[in-house]
């Protein structure tokens, strides 16, 4: 008896200091300063030339909660928050009842977040699942409360939210969808609105009508449980027809936002920038698109891909700043919101050897170095073998230069350098450009066999492109608060991890790409473009069973562009040539009335005229002659031993 007292009396105490706690929180909010909330997490984002192209939590137009079609309301309180009207906040039974089916179910599939807190969230937080923003958002939720009477917080809430597709608010939303204001919404389209914001990704109705229709059913049926509808109204729902529209203005990029949702994600991984924005009173965001190269790059995306689920990704970057100011993170992002330019990995293909290759000039190989082109098996100590096989299996059974590996993008003999120059090589050179990516110390990791990122793709490249600096991709330029004082500005460092004389061979040699004096037993991989081009490029591609690649620059951009399929599905034949014909187009758009933005030849590098193939001085008698550079003192002779071995194989007797 006497420790069923001592427990009743702990319980009561422990009750009335929970009590003594929730009333002085609230009292202390309601000392504090109001929060205004309609500045909050408010930013405007800028383009290259100081012109605005995106505002607030979205281009959002805010509304009167008397100007919001009632079926609306009822219908978001009925799904997200019925008590809406009767808590403080926090519906305690509503998290008690979660607490108890998530511990039975080994889950936490049941959530119990009322429109405050989601309200709190949205404004202040970013949504890292972490006990600090969680107890922010119990304190941000606790002062909205405190200062704000329900109708301005559900005003607030509707006016925030996000419907997918780039539209937050309610008004936004509904002209996109339905092209009418949101007084003016069905029971029918208000309860199909209500169901995108639990995961636009996956119940838009532009993205996926019949799980749209399913889930707007479900809130129906609700409504009409809770009393909020009749059957009559409710058979009326269930059977109107939905009319969607789902068109912005003609002039508003249709995948920029990709590159705005590119923006928002390193805006929140700036130290700089307060963990929340309420300091702030609303940020302006000073970015490096450029606005014309974004259109263009969205119409040759849109010009090339087939009407299917082949999926693109591309960005084009500024080489000496690493500012990224085109992007496309998928082919079209009403259908899908996942950025594939900033949050996938894949395999790179070929693309990977130009960081080989520098890497072996910079261990004494030139233009003219040789390895024979032949099929060829690699046993090691273990007896495990590889055997890497060029495309098609062409061989040339013959020594060829460096020029002609690069120009065919021969597999052999990217493999037999590897080897030579040892297999750790390769991964401190990529590291030495920027690139953080697990790659494994193997014989096809010069086939690109690893996973890398899109960004540091183009960053690495820029390092080549630039002549030598290591340079860090990135979207925004500065980041200044309401009042004008400037809370980040970006350092864009340039170190020099590269030898700018090596950089420029190399990018000669990626020109051999395209170069009709390497048609010999096979052709350049870029020949079939040679004829489309009007300036110069470095030009590689890529490719994998699941992923094409093509990536090129000059000293003035890098372009990257993918083609693959999400659920990595191998490629036909006929999907290998559309990030070929948009990588093309996007450069010839970009340089189109500028000068050639090619590089002079450094003091110590010369040119020799060479037979392409061999990699040998030319003779009179040679029919095809090739510039290829070297660094002086390291320019082939007709007295090197190797082309002693050449003139034998080719002339036997």
């Not at 014989?443 to 820029?462: F, K, Q």
Request: aromatic content about 12%; some cysteine; overall charge negative.
């Amino acid at each position: 008896m006497k420790k069923v007292k001592k427990i009743t009396k702990i319980f009561l105490l422990i009750t009335i200091f929970v009590f003594l706690a929730h009333i002085g929180c609230y009292l202390y909010a309601y000392l504090s300063p109001k929060l205004q909330i309609k500045n909050a997490n408010s930013f405007t984002l800028y383009d290259k030339d100081n012109t605005v192209f995106f505002q607030g939590s979205g281009e959002r137009e805010w509304i009167k909660l008397k100007d919001i079609s009632p079926y609306l309301i009822q219908s978001t309180l009925t799904t997200e928050d019925k008590n809406f009207y009767h808590h403080k906040g926090f519906d305690y039974l509503r998290i008690l009842k979660a607490l108890y089916v998530n511990i039975l179910s080994k889950s936490k599939s049941q959530g119990a977040s009322t429109i405050t807190q989601q309200y709190a969230k949205n404004l202040f937080l970013d949504f890292d699942k972490t006990w600090e923003r969680k107890l922010d958002e119990m304190w941000y939720t606790v002062q909205i409360e405190t200062h704000y009477t329900k109708d301005e917080i559900l005003e607030g809430y509707l006016n925030t939210i996000n419907y997918g597709h780039g539209m937050y608010g309610v008004e936004n939303a509904s002209r996109f969808y339905y092209n009418k204001s949101a007084k003016d919404l069905t029971l029918a389209e208000s309860a199909m609105l209500t169901g995108i914001p639990k995961s636009p990704s996956h119940y838009s109705p532009l993205i996926d009508f019949n799980k749209a229709k399913e889930r707007q059913e479900m809130i129906l049926k609700h409504m009409l449980e809770s009393e909020v509808i009749n059957k009559e109204e409710y058979d009326k729902a269930i059977k109107e027809e939905i009319k969607l529209v789902g068109e912005k203005d003609s002039n508003q990029l249709t995948t920029a936002m990709y590159y705005q949702d590119a923006v928002l994600k390193e805006l929140k991984s700036l130290k700089e920038i307060p963990s929340t924005y309420l300091e702030t009173g609303g940020l302006k965001v000073y970015t490096c698109l450029d606005r014309d190269a974004q259109k263009k790059l969205e119409e040759n995306v849109k010009e090339a891909m087939p009407d299917s689920s082949l999926e693109v990704s591309s960005v084009m970057m500024d080489p000496n700043t690493g500012g990224v100011f085109a992007l496309v993170g998928g082919k079209d992002y009403n259908k899908s919101e996942y950025n594939r330019a900033i949050s996938s990995k894949r395999q790179v293909g070929s693309t990977m050897k130009p960081y080989l290759y520098y890497a072996a000039l910079e261990n004494g190989f030139t233009s003219s170095t040789t390895f024979t082109s032949e099929a060829t098996t690699f046993t090691f100590s273990n007896q495990d073998t590889y055997s890497p096989k060029n495309y098609n299996e062409r061989y040339g059974n013959k020594p060829i230069s460096m020029a002609t590996a690069i120009a065919y993008s021969e597999n052999v003999y990217a493999v037999k350098t590897h080897m030579f120059l040892g297999e750790d090589t390769l991964v401190q050179m990529a590291r030495r450009v920027g690139i953080t990516a697990e790659l494994e110390e193997v014989p096809s990791l010069a086939l690109g066999t690893s996973e890398i990122s899109m960004l540091e793709m183009a960053g690495g490249y820029s390092a080549f492109a630039n002549q030598g600096y290591k340079v860090e991709p990135h979207f925004i330029k500065k980041v200044v608060d309401q009042d004008g004082n400037i809370l980040y500005e970006v350092k864009e460092k340039k170190e020099l991890v590269l030898n700018s004389s090596l950089t420029y061979i190399l990018s000669n040699l990626l020109t051999a790409t395209y170069d009709s004096n390497f048609i010999d037993y096979n052709y350049p991989t870029a020949i079939n473009i040679a004829s489309k081009m009007t300036h110069t490029y470095a030009i590689k591609s890529g490719t994998t069973n699941t992923d094409n690649w093509y990536m090129g620059y000059n000293k003035d951009v890098v372009t990257a562009v993918w083609c693959g399929y999400d659920d990595n599905r191998d490629l036909n034949a006929d999907e290998y040539n559309y990030s070929q014909t948009i990588w093309l187009n996007n450069m010839e758009d970009f340089m189109q009335g500028k000068e050639d933005a090619w590089y002079e030849t450094p003091e110590n590098v010369v040119g020799v005229l060479v037979e392409p193939i061999s990699g040998k001085p030319a003779q009179e008698t040679d029919q095809k002659k090739k510039m290829m550079y070297y660094i002086k003192g390291t320019e082939p002779s007709m007295s090197d031993p190797v082309f002693d071995e050449i003139e034998k194989q080719q002339n036997p007797s």
